[in-house]
């Protein structure tokens, strides 16, 4: 807490004489003596030297020689040793870097203590700790704990002295702790040990060892005793006010302990040292047998509700008593229903008592006030203003207003009692004058429409009617509204009420079904929607369903009319958004989608710009082909075109319409698209689109590729042929698993069943949710022909049967290798058929198939198929250069997969060789088979390719050959292309992006000659398919930049105007607005001559663009010239001082001028000869009309300015005018450095005043006192 001190005249006359002997002159700022400044020794005192003996020290010496307190330093620096034994961390190779340093941070980060560690000689441990005494003893006792060896003792102390080491909230404990850098660790209280634990450093421990018996021998002295003393003796020992046992606690310096008049105890605590302790006790003794024999006591009755008067606040009353008559006043509890008080003290002072309790008891009284409860709020007041008025004046008054009664309780010393009754009455009668109050009967669901939003409606009420409303709260599902306050407000507010009341019955409510799709459109952002629809129909109340229900019902209330309107209003509008929410499906090949999108987004973005269309695409990693489009139907319709002609531009795609009867649309496309579906899928992808249903157009648009829309169309008039004559259906069942082997390997199985019976059979795709529900569709004869054959196949694949067959261990690894991937395939192929083969280490040949009888079958003839293959087996080499063979893998390997994958084989390449050396190795056999076709003989011919070139190609010998073509057929090919040197960094582009766009685009690799080189040879890397393709693209290239490089000649064309440099500026204009035109205008760029160039021609021009734009620019910079060699320039003598006027506010008003008479105005610039003359540029006569325009203007300011120089005459001249003069500072005499200094010239032979550098010099007397 801070505090000021006022210094008085005399207070500060004093405080200033007792900093010096002598008396201070002080120079004022207006003192008449300036000619006297104060002496240099005044101003300055010097401060005390150092002296000899003690006494003088003591003495003041001069005008500082008062104490000054020392400042502490709130920064302190402490040092910590750590011996080498007692070091924690002691590798010296990791000192700085190890343990040791990340421990010392954690610690600086933890306490904000800066740490700075050294190693001394005996390798101990030196650590200089800085910062905040605080921060320092956290520190330190981090270190200790963490980079010190701990050490542990136990010192035992009583039981109960170890609450005085704990201290008040651990604090004293903690102190400890941080003083002594230890651990302390004491027992629980239900411990029943004594044994306290310190772990730390030696010297800590002993530290803390001796700071706790310390505290032990301190509570050693000290002694507790119990005394009983009846309870109702404690009053007399205690005295009033407690003032008797607090002057035995003072002089003993004992503490007594009494129990509270609340707490049925009788014993007496004392705690201290022994002796004092035992006086205590003995004085309190003597109190009580003295108070045993001298008093006796009366009991009186004195009604309930008059106890606490007795009493008084904080028992004051009792205490009072007790105080005056030294009698004790005892009161029955107030749960308690005796009302008979007894009072105890001696005989001659129980009269007074007596008479103080009835005084007490009769001096307050309660009293009650009629008055309506309605009325109370109002005789409260708001914020209580009313009652508080009443309560200041009488504070020992209590009112108390009980909910639902209608008086007020009035508690409190009889006159005040009876003064606040009176004005409470007054209060009351005056309020039943003025006040009314009405009960309005209103149905409760209308109580929220009544209050408005957020209180509209009612808080409107009660302010215009000044009236209080009150409306019970929804959960009473009251009726009854109560108007309380002036009389005729209360009528007027009424009426307004049962109006608002009545109307709204007559209100009608009206449910919209509006889709909830909708719902957040209408609402709009952030409301802004649905807040113009209400500000439009503002008696309308519009509400939406919560979005969790799912609702399409939106609630409209209001007047019947209003309603009306505001209905048809967002009927339109939902009409609108359906309309502009049309959706249309296109399926496009997946390979053209990144075309449609076009680079950047720039061709979907166009499409949905001109259509005013929504279009989504799938995401890149789907399958679906399908974009859906959503706009107004038109629109749609035009967007879905151009989607359709950017794919038929791009592909080979045909597009062929076939006529159906509409009639017959919906059966073709079948339950949620499957049979369409199907269609679509076996004629090889191909897009089927039908026209909207209920348009009643019979056209189908058939699009893909020329053979399979062949394909599908006929399926498809086939198909239709079928409706029309008789179709039928039927609904079969099978497992998911057998549905492949239904189907069978390339849709053989169902094919032979369809051209068997003529029914087409449909399975179910994935995205189905009966994956077992297989649909036969045709005439009845032919589908139920199907049903028979396919209910057969079902009830065999039904017949789970178990086989054997026997298989060579050494084929076993192939069908057991990648997790069984050719078992799994197997199983998936033929209806989930288990295979086992025995385990690896058994040599036997014995394989378990277990399935429906025909899978088992089925199985049986593939394994056998797959081993004959592995017996046939053959091992053939290609040898291509390594360098191709990423290129012939392809990304992720994805060529070599398909080869793979098409001709069954499996291909090994060879690891990378950096610098592979021949290798020789003789001629082996392979399969039986001599060295032929694909084997190279290696011996020392170097023609013979190296080993990393060999790619190993394993299976059947003809499927070998025909993956041996496909995999030399991935060779890429080298061309080379003739491209002028010039062109180069042109098709390479900004960081290559046109080069890499061209090998994106091309599939292939494109090779620029290094710059260096000056070669026009550019090679093209890549398989023979893409290889003419992206030359023709590289030349079409070439020929585009060719082109513009002439258009770039001819944009190169010089052309030079001569013209004079004065009329250079006027050429260029105002911030270049001129130059900027005709540059703009013509297409060319203009260059003026450097004019700091001297070697340049400064009236030389030069005109950079095409050769007829350049003599138009040419023309233009000459027909301005020309104008400006007619221009006159004329000097006119203006007085300097309008010059300001005439320019006016940033140039604004001369601007003006020479733009009205289309001339240029130059004024002299500071410091020039004739400040007053002004050079006006232009046509003669428009320079002559100007010339007269400032004249007049002169002779009109100049009028103005001799006026206000006249006037100025007569002031007074500004403060800072006055004192212009020059301050000569704070000046005294005799200073040190004015000493001896006069007129003439200093003395050159003086060593004082011009030492020699070495030379022994007498000790100069400084001004500040000797140096220390």
């Given at each position: 807490?801070?505090?000021?001190?006022?210094?008085?005249?005399?207070?500060?006359?004093?405080?200033?004489?007792?900093?010096?002997?002598?008396?201070?002159?002080?120079?004022?700022?207006?003192?008449?003596?300036?000619?006297?400044?104060?002496?240099?020794?005044?101003?300055?005192?010097?401060?005390?030297?150092?002296?000899?003996?003690?006494?003088?020290?003591?003495?003041?010496?001069?005008?500082?020689?008062?104490?000054?307190?020392?400042?502490?330093?709130?920064?302190?620096?402490?040092?910590?040793?750590?011996?080498?034994?007692?070091?924690?961390?002691?590798?010296?190779?990791?000192?700085?870097?190890?343990?040791?340093?990340?421990?010392?941070?954690?610690?600086?980060?933890?306490?904000?203590?800066?740490?700075?560690?050294?190693?001394?000689?005996?390798?101990?441990?030196?650590?200089?700790?800085?910062?905040?005494?605080?921060?320092?003893?956290?520190?330190?006792?981090?270190?200790?704990?963490?980079?010190?060896?701990?050490?542990?003792?136990?010192?035992?102390?009583?039981?109960?002295?170890?609450?005085?080491?704990?201290?008040?909230?651990?604090?004293?404990?903690?102190?400890?702790?941080?003083?002594?850098?230890?651990?302390?660790?004491?027992?629980?209280?239900?411990?029943?040990?004594?044994?306290?634990?310190?772990?730390?450093?030696?010297?800590?421990?002993?530290?803390?060892?001796?700071?706790?018996?310390?505290?032990?021998?301190?509570?050693?002295?000290?002694?507790?005793?119990?005394?009983?003393?009846?309870?109702?003796?404690?009053?007399?020992?205690?005295?009033?006010?407690?003032?008797?046992?607090?002057?035995?606690?003072?002089?003993?310096?004992?503490?007594?302990?009494?129990?509270?008049?609340?707490?049925?105890?009788?014993?007496?605590?004392?705690?201290?040292?022994?002796?004092?302790?035992?006086?205590?006790?003995?004085?309190?003794?003597?109190?009580?047998?003295?108070?045993?024999?001298?008093?006796?006591?009366?009991?009186?009755?004195?009604?309930?509700?008059?106890?606490?008067?007795?009493?008084?606040?904080?028992?004051?009353?009792?205490?009072?008593?007790?105080?005056?008559?030294?009698?004790?006043?005892?009161?029955?509890?107030?749960?308690?229903?005796?009302?008979?008080?007894?009072?105890?003290?001696?005989?001659?002072?129980?009269?007074?008592?007596?008479?103080?309790?009835?005084?007490?008891a009769n001096s307050f009284t309660v009293s009650s006030v009629s008055a309506p409860s309605w009325l109370h709020r109002f005789i409260i007041g708001k914020k209580g203003q009313n009652l508080a008025k009443i309560t200041q004046q009488m504070p020992k008054v209590h009112i108390e207003f009980t909910e639902g009664e209608d008086k007020i309780t009035l508690e409190g010393p009889t006159e005040d009692v009876n003064v606040a009754q009176e004005?409470?009455?007054?209060?009351?009668?005056?309020?039943?004058?003025?006040?009314?109050?009405?009960?309005?009967?209103?149905?409760?669901?209308?109580?929220?429409?009544?209050?408005?939003?957020?209180?509209?409606?009612?808080?409107?009420?009660?302010?215009?009617?000044?009236?209080?409303?009150?409306?019970?709260?929804?959960?009473?599902?009251?009726?009854?509204?109560?108007?309380?306050?002036?009389?005729?407000?209360?009528?007027?507010?009424?009426?307004?009420?049962?109006?608002?009341?009545?109307?709204?019955?007559?209100?009608?409510?009206?449910?919209?079904?509006?889709?909830?799709?909708?719902?957040?459109?209408?609402?709009?952002?952030?409301?802004?929607?649905?807040?113009?629809?209400?500000?439009k129909f503002p008696e309308v109340i519009i509400n939406f369903p919560d979005p969790a229900q799912k609702s399409d019902i939106v609630q409209l209330r209001g007047p019947k009319n209003e309603v009306e309107k505001c209905t048809k209003y967002m009927q339109k509008m939902v009409a609108d958004l359906v309309e502009n929410s049309y959706s249309i499906s296109v399926p496009i090949f997946k390979q053209f989608h990144k075309n449609i999108i076009?680079?950047?987004?720039?061709?979907?973005?166009?499409?949905?710009?001109?259509?005013?269309?929504?279009?989504?695409?799938?995401?890149?990693?789907?399958?679906?082909?399908?974009?859906?489009?959503?706009?107004?139907?038109?629109?749609?319709?035009?967007?879905?075109?151009?989607?359709?002609?950017?794919?038929?531009?791009?592909?080979?795609?045909?597009?062929?319409?076939?006529?159906?009867?509409?009639?017959?649309?919906?059966?073709?496309?079948?339950?949620?698209?499957?049979?369409?579906?199907?269609?679509?899928?076996?004629?090889?992808?191909?897009?089927?689109?039908?026209?909207?249903?209920?348009?009643?157009?019979?056209?189908?648009?058939?699009?893909?590729?020329?053979?399979?829309?062949?394909?599908?169309?006929?399926?498809?008039?086939?198909?239709?042929?079928?409706?029309?004559?008789?179709?039928?259906?039927?609904?079969?069942?099978?497992?998911?698993?057998?549905?492949?082997?239904?189907?069978?390997?390339?849709?053989?199985?169902?094919?032979?069943?369809?051209?068997?019976?003529?029914?087409?059979?449909?399975?179910?795709?994935?995205?189905?949710?009966?994956?077992?529900?297989?649909?036969?569709?045709?005439?009845?004869?032919?589908?139920?022909?199907?049903?028979?054959?396919?209910?057969?196949?079902?009830?065999?694949?039904?017949?789970?049967?178990?086989?054997?067959?026997?298989?060579?261990?050494?084929?076993?690894?192939?069908?057991?290798?990648?997790?069984?991937?050719?078992?799994?395939?197997?199983?998936?192929?033929?209806?989930?058929?288990?295979?086992?083969?025995?385990?690896?280490?058994?040599?036997?040949?014995?394989?378990?198939?277990?399935?429906?009888?025909?899978?088992?079958?089925?199985?049986?003839?593939?394994?056998?198929?797959?081993?004959?293959?592995?017996?046939?087996?053959?091992?053939?080499?290609?040898?291509?250069?390594?360098?191709?063979?990423?290129?012939?893998?392809?990304?992720?390997?994805?060529?070599?997969?398909?080869?793979?994958?098409?001709?069954?084989?499996?291909?090994?390449?060879?690891?990378?060789?950096?610098?592979?050396?021949?290798?020789?190795?003789?001629?082996?056999?392979?399969?039986?088979?001599?060295?032929?076709?694909?084997?190279?003989?290696?011996?020392?011919?170097?023609?013979?390719?190296?080993?990393?070139?060999?790619?190993?190609?394993?299976?059947?010998?003809?499927?070998?050959?025909?993956?041996?073509?496909?995999?030399?057929?991935?060779?890429?090919?080298?061309?080379?292309?003739?491209?002028?040197?010039?062109?180069?960094?042109?098709?390479?582009?900004?960081?290559?992006?046109?080069?890499?766009?061209?090998?994106?685009?091309?599939?292939?690799?494109?090779?620029?000659?290094?710059?260096?080189?000056?070669?026009?040879?550019?090679?093209?890397?890549?398989?023979?398919?893409?290889?003419?393709?992206?030359?023709?693209?590289?030349?079409?290239?070439?020929?585009?930049?060719?082109?513009?490089?002439?258009?770039?000649?001819?944009?190169?064309?010089?052309?030079?105007?001569?013209?004079?440099?004065?009329?250079?500026?006027?050429?260029?204009?105002?911030?270049?607005?001129?130059?900027?035109?005709?540059?703009?205008?013509?297409?060319?760029?203009?260059?003026?001559?450097?004019?700091?160039?001297?070697?340049?021609?400064?009236?030389?021009?030069?005109?950079?663009?095409?050769?007829?734009?350049?003599?138009?620019?040419?023309?233009?910079?000459?027909?301005?010239?020309?104008?400006?060699?007619?221009?006159?320039?004329?000097?006119?003598?203006?007085?300097?001082?309008?010059?300001?006027?005439?320019?006016?506010?940033?140039?604004?008003?001369?601007?003006?001028?020479?733009?009205?008479?289309?001339?240029?105005?130059?004024?002299?610039?500071?410091?020039?000869?004739?400040?007053?003359?002004?050079?006006?540029?232009?046509?003669?006569?428009?320079?002559?009309?100007?010339?007269?325009?400032?004249?007049?203007?002169?002779?009109?300011?100049?009028?103005?300015?001799?006026?206000?120089?006249?006037?100025?005459?007569?002031?007074?001249?500004?403060?800072?005018?006055?004192?212009?003069?020059?301050?000569?500072?704070?000046?005294?005499?005799?200073?040190?450095?004015?000493?001896?200094?006069?007129?003439?010239?200093?003395?050159?032979?003086?060593?004082?005043?011009?030492?020699?550098?070495?030379?022994?010099?007498?000790?100069?007397?400084?001004?500040?006192?000797?140096?220390?």
């Open positions: 807490m801070s505090s000021v001190a006022v210094l008085t005249q005399e207070s500060f006359a004093e405080h200033r004489s007792g900093l010096a002997q002598q008396q201070i002159k002080v120079a004022a700022l207006n003192s008449e003596d300036e000619s006297d400044p104060p002496t240099y020794k005044d101003a300055f005192p010097p401060l005390p030297e150092k002296s000899a003996c003690l006494e003088a020290a003591q003495e003041p010496a001069g005008a500082w020689g008062n104490k000054i307190r020392p400042i502490k330093a709130s920064i302190i620096t402490q040092v910590f040793h750590v011996p080498l034994e007692e070091r924690k961390y002691k590798d010296m190779n990791q000192f700085g870097e190890g343990e040791q340093a990340k421990i010392c941070l954690e610690i600086m980060q933890r306490t904000g203590a800066h740490l700075e560690l050294s190693l001394a000689k005996d390798q101990g441990l030196s650590i200089m700790v800085s910062g905040k005494l605080e921060a320092v003893m956290k520190a330190r006792k981090d270190i200790v704990a963490r980079l010190q060896t701990q050490a542990s003792a136990t010192v035992a102390i009583p039981k109960e002295h170890h609450r005085f080491v704990i201290g008040k909230n651990g604090e004293k404990l903690q102190d400890l702790e941080l003083k002594t850098a230890t651990k302390i660790q004491i027992p629980r209280p239900e411990d029943p040990s004594n044994q306290i634990k310190i772990t730390g450093t030696k010297e800590g421990i002993e530290k803390a060892r001796h700071e706790v018996l310390l505290i032990s021998a301190e509570q050693d002295k000290r002694a507790v005793e119990r005394l009983d003393v009846e309870k109702v003796f404690h009053p007399f020992i205690a005295g009033p006010y407690n003032k008797l046992v607090g002057e035995i606690m003072q002089e003993t310096g004992t503490r007594i302990n009494i129990p509270p008049p609340s707490v049925n105890r009788t014993e007496i605590v004392f705690t201290g040292e022994k002796e004092q302790l035992a006086q205590a006790v003995a004085r309190i003794k003597k109190i009580y047998e003295e108070k045993k024999k001298k008093t006796t006591t009366i009991a009186v009755e004195v009604k309930k509700s008059q106890h606490k008067y007795v009493i008084g606040p904080k028992g004051n009353s009792l205490q009072e008593i007790l105080e005056r008559t030294g009698v004790s006043v005892e009161i029955p509890p107030t749960d308690s229903s005796s009302e008979t008080v007894i009072l105890r003290g001696e005989p001659e002072k129980l009269g007074q008592a007596l008479t103080e309790v009835y005084a007490k004005q409470i009455e007054v209060m009351v009668k005056d309020l039943i004058n003025r006040m009314d109050y009405v009960e309005i009967n209103i149905d409760h669901k209308f109580h929220r429409h009544l209050i408005g939003k957020n209180g509209a409606n009612i808080n409107r009420i009660k302010d215009q009617y000044k009236v209080s409303v009150r409306i019970p709260p929804d959960n009473e599902k009251s009726n009854l509204i109560r108007i309380e306050g002036d009389p005729q407000g209360v009528q007027q507010a009424k009426k307004e009420l049962l109006e608002l009341a009545s109307r709204m019955e007559n209100e009608r409510t009206k449910d919209l079904i509006i889709e909830q799709r909708f719902h957040r459109t209408i609402i709009g952002q952030k409301g802004e929607r649905i807040r113009e629809i209400r500000d076009g680079k950047g987004g720039a061709n979907i973005k166009k499409i949905r710009e001109e259509s005013n269309t929504k279009i989504d695409l799938p995401a890149e990693n789907s399958n679906s082909e399908t974009i859906i489009i959503t706009g107004k139907r038109a629109n749609c319709e035009v967007a879905r075109s151009r989607i359709l002609s950017i794919q038929k531009d791009l592909a080979n795609i045909s597009e062929v319409e076939v006529s159906i009867p509409s009639k017959l649309h919906n059966s073709l496309i079948g339950t949620k698209g499957r049979l369409i579906r199907s269609i679509m899928e076996e004629c090889g992808g191909v897009h089927i689109h039908f026209p909207t249903e209920g348009s009643g157009i019979d056209t189908v648009v058939i699009r893909g590729p020329a053979p399979d829309v062949e394909k599908a169309k006929r399926q498809l008039l086939h198909l239709a042929e079928e409706k029309q004559t008789k179709s039928y259906t039927v609904d079969l069942r099978a497992k998911p698993e057998y549905h492949k082997f239904l189907i069978g390997k390339g849709g053989g199985n169902i094919r032979k069943v369809r051209d068997n019976t003529g029914a087409r059979i449909i399975f179910p795709t994935s995205e189905d949710k009966d994956q077992e529900l297989i649909t036969i569709i045709g005439t009845e004869e032919a589908v139920r022909e199907a049903q028979k054959e396919l209910e057969s196949l079902i009830k065999n694949l039904d017949n789970v049967v178990e086989d054997c067959m026997l298989v060579d261990p050494r084929h076993h690894r192939h069908f057991v290798i990648r997790r069984g991937q050719v078992l799994r395939e197997i199983a998936e192929e033929y209806g989930g058929v288990m295979v086992s083969f025995p385990r690896s280490g058994t040599q036997s040949d014995k394989v378990t198939l277990k399935g429906a009888k025909d899978c088992v079958e089925a199985a049986k003839k593939r394994i056998q198929e797959i081993i004959e293959d592995l017996e046939a087996q053959v091992t053939m080499e290609c040898a291509i250069p390594q360098k191709y063979h990423r290129s012939i893998m392809g990304p992720k390997g994805s060529r070599i997969q398909q080869i793979t994958r098409d001709y069954g084989v499996q291909i090994k390449f060879p690891d990378r060789e950096e610098n592979p050396a021949p290798i020789i190795e003789p001629a082996v056999q392979e399969n039986g088979e001599e060295m032929g076709e694909g084997k190279y003989l290696k011996d020392g011919d170097p023609s013979s390719p190296r080993k990393c070139d060999i790619i190993i190609i394993s299976g059947r010998k003809e499927k070998c050959e025909a993956a041996k073509e496909a995999l030399e057929a991935l060779v890429p090919v080298t061309i080379e292309v003739e491209v002028p040197f010039d062109l180069h960094r042109y098709i390479i582009g900004q960081k290559g992006s046109g080069i890499r766009k061209m090998m994106d685009e091309f599939e292939v690799n494109i090779q620029v000659p290094a710059p260096e080189l000056q070669s026009d040879i550019i090679a093209i890397t890549g398989l023979v398919a893409n290889l003419d393709r992206a030359k023709a693209g590289l030349l079409e290239r070439v020929r585009e930049l060719q082109a513009e490089q002439e258009d770039r000649a001819l944009r190169s064309f010089k052309l030079n105007v001569t013209v004079d440099p004065k009329y250079h500026p006027k050429i260029i204009g105002r911030k270049g607005a001129v130059i900027t035109q005709i540059r703009m205008e013509h297409e060319v760029n203009i260059q003026f001559p450097d004019k700091d160039d001297e070697n340049q021609a400064q009236d030389q021009i030069t005109i950079t663009g095409y050769e007829k734009n350049t003599e138009a620019a040419r023309d233009a910079i000459m027909k301005i010239v020309g104008e400006l060699e007619q221009m006159v320039s004329e000097d006119v003598s203006l007085d300097h001082r309008v010059h300001a006027r005439i320019i006016g506010a940033r140039g604004k008003a001369i601007r003006k001028i020479m733009d009205e008479f289309k001339v240029d105005i130059r004024f002299p610039q500071s410091g020039a000869p004739d400040p007053n003359c002004v050079t006006v540029t232009g046509l003669p006569d428009n320079v002559e009309e100007a010339i007269d325009h400032i004249l007049n203007l002169e002779e009109e300011y100049l009028a103005d300015v001799v006026d206000s120089e006249a006037l100025q005459a007569y002031m007074k001249p500004p403060a800072h005018e006055e004192a212009k003069a020059p301050s000569k500072g704070f000046v005294v005499r005799d200073a040190p450095w004015a000493a001896g200094s006069s007129d003439k010239a200093p003395d050159m032979s003086s060593s004082e005043d011009f030492p020699s550098f070495g030379a022994q010099v007498a000790p100069k007397t400084l001004p500040w006192g000797p140096k220390r």
